[in-house]
């Protein structure tokens, strides 16, 4: 009985952190300078092969080289998949965060982080990044 009773409340503490989750959502939302991001953060839930990142996020942002963001807009195609996975594109200490994830989805799918950097860096856009990574990496088309 005592067991049931305290499921009971987890559970109900689980729906208000849901709900209260929702609403600061919500807030950020409205008074967010960079309604992409939210998109991103939401659609991010969705497991996209990195290609896929990269072809789809990377239209949202100006591509720049040699830095992750230039504050106004611009990502490399690293700051693109970190915001995939939440980078506001300004925090500091978010970025650390959304880094690891990043570099864990490329682990996983077996991409060089250092490979993405040159492939920006040398002048090739997102789409041709992506369409390399689709010919050349078996594992980029898997699910990250």
């Not at 939302?29 to 990195?50: A, K, L």
């Not at 290609?51 to 720049?64: A, L, M, N, P």
């Not at 920006?120 to 594992?139: K, M, P, V």
Request: contains cysteine; positive net charge.
């Amino acid at each position: 009985m005592a067991q049931q009773q305290m499921l009971k409340q987890k559970s109900s503490v689980s729906q208000f952190l849901d709900e209260y989750k929702k609403q600061l959502t919500e807030n950020l939302e409205q008074y967010t300078h960079v309604p992409n991001i939210i998109t991103i953060s939401r659609q991010s839930n969705q497991e996209s092969s990195i290609s896929e990142i990269i072809r789809t996020y990377g239209k949202q942002f100006t591509q720049i080289r040699k830095q992750y963001t230039d504050g106004r807009g611009g990502r490399c195609v690293m700051g693109v998949i970190m915001s995939y996975y939440g980078w506001d594109g300004k925090c500091i200490t978010n970025a650390e965060r959304r880094l690891y994830a990043a570099l864990v989805a490329l682990r996983q799918a077996g991409i060089s982080k250092e490979l993405l950097i040159e492939l920006n860096d040398s002048g090739a856009s997102f789409d041709q990044i992506a369409d390399y990574l689709d010919r050349n990496c078996g594992l980029a088309n898997t699910k990250s």
